[in-house]
């Protein structure tokens, strides 16, 4: 062991935060022209500038999304960030369906299992109350479960949020 602690983790969802589902006359939703938007007109929601800003926040960034690998296949390159890290969904439907009864969101057990106890941030557009408990309850070292608008995407006061926590969160 080097003693050198880790980074915290930030699960990053793509749907919501980076793909904003706002009225169309708001400026995410004016699509830009993108060499990698291929065939999926939500790729054109895709603020590139995003890519910067998240690189620049004091985290290992991981991909916390049902995109699975098409995140890194055709997200990643809009942003310019390299490949990335994968929270990979168990398919347990009972587990599903109790969590969903008790008002839990289906990825809030997966991302408490994957920190390992990592001091982690998760970025998301369906977090609630009942999610912020579980995972304090549950997570042994620091969470920060923010949701974002998905109406607007991840915005400068999301950015500032998490960097702020991010930054004590390190120490």
């Known amino acids: 062991m080097t003693g050198v602690p880790q980074r915290p983790l930030l699960f990053l969802d793509v749907d919501g935060p980076l ?13 830009a022209p993108s060499p990698h938007a291929g065939s999926n007109p939500l790729l054109a929601r895709i603020d590139p500038a995003h890519g910067p800003r998240l690189r620049a926040l004091p985290c290992e960034l991981v991909w916390a999304t049902t995109w699975m690998d098409d995140a890194n296949e055709c997200v990643a390159p809009i942003l ?12 347990d439907p009972a587990a599903e369906e109790r969590d969903q009864r008790h008002g839990l969101h289906w990825k809030t057990r997966a991302l408490v299992a ?13 977090i609630t109350g009942r999610d912020r408990a579980w995972v304090a309850a549950r997570h042994p ?3 920060l479960a923010h949701r974002v608008d998905p109406g607007r995407g991840i915005t400068n006061a999301d950015y500032r949020a998490l960097g702020e926590w991010l930054r004590a969160a390190v120490g």
């Open 80 to 91: 310019g960030l390299p490949r990335l890290p994968m929270v990979s969904w168990p398919h």
């Open 19 to 31: 793909i904003p589902f706002g009225p169309g006359d708001h400026p995410a939703y004016r699509p």
């Open 114 to 126: 994957w920190a390992a106890g990592r001091p982690f941030a998760w970025v998301d557009d369906e």
């Open 141 to 143: 070292g620091p969470a």
